[in-house]
């Protein structure tokens, strides 16, 4: 779950190939990727969860705890103030109950002022020294591999001037 930020709305992803890096099924098997995008105004629909069930080649009771799974998963993704849920994989057990095995989660850095709790559970010790002292002076630092620094005001600039360096040969 993540916000397509294209459209403005909440979107689901979701593949039957779970268990494998989203890039490479992209590349390869582009048809097994899915989305289904939700209106923040109305929140996830039965339907859409009931969709994903079906997309995943569900039936029976497997069927009706995906659709539970999935609202729940999207209750939480909301009610938490995260930018995303990544699942991978997903698991159907073998009396048909659906359950995440691995999940990470990123917090909406601009919403931790209502999560005060989150600040506690932080692990420093998880990310990039780098990002973690430039955070803590206010700046926004993403380290990447290349060749070329940009210091940029916005996300649309950043991905602007990337586009233009890459054109130009830079990394």
């Known amino acids: 779950v993540l916000l397509n930020r294209a459209t403005g709305k909440n979107m689901i992803m979701y593949s039957t190939e779970g268990g494998m890096d989203i890039e490479e099924v992209a590349e390869n098997t582009p048809h097994l990727i899915f989305t289904e995008e939700i209106d923040p105004a109305t929140g996830l629909l039965g339907f859409q969860a009931r969709k994903i069930a079906f997309n995943l ?45 691995d999940a990470k989660v990123s917090i909406d ?39 070329v620094g940009c210091m940029v005001n916005g996300a649309g600039l950043a991905m602007a001037t990337m586009d233009l360096i890459k054109m130009a040969g830079g990394e």
């Open 57 to 101: 080649g569900l039936s029976g009771t497997a069927f009706k705890e995906m659709t539970k799974f999935v609202a729940s998963l999207y209750k939480a993704y909301v009610e938490s103030d995260s930018s995303m849920f990544e699942i991978n994989p997903v698991l159907k057990t073998s009396d048909d109950l659906i359950m995440a095995v």
């Open 109 to 147: 850095d601009n919403a931790l002022y209502r999560r005060r709790q989150y600040a506690e559970m932080r692990d420093l010790r998880e990310e990039n020294p780098i990002e973690v002292e430039a955070r803590e002076v206010g700046l926004n630092y993403v380290d990447l591999d290349g060749n």
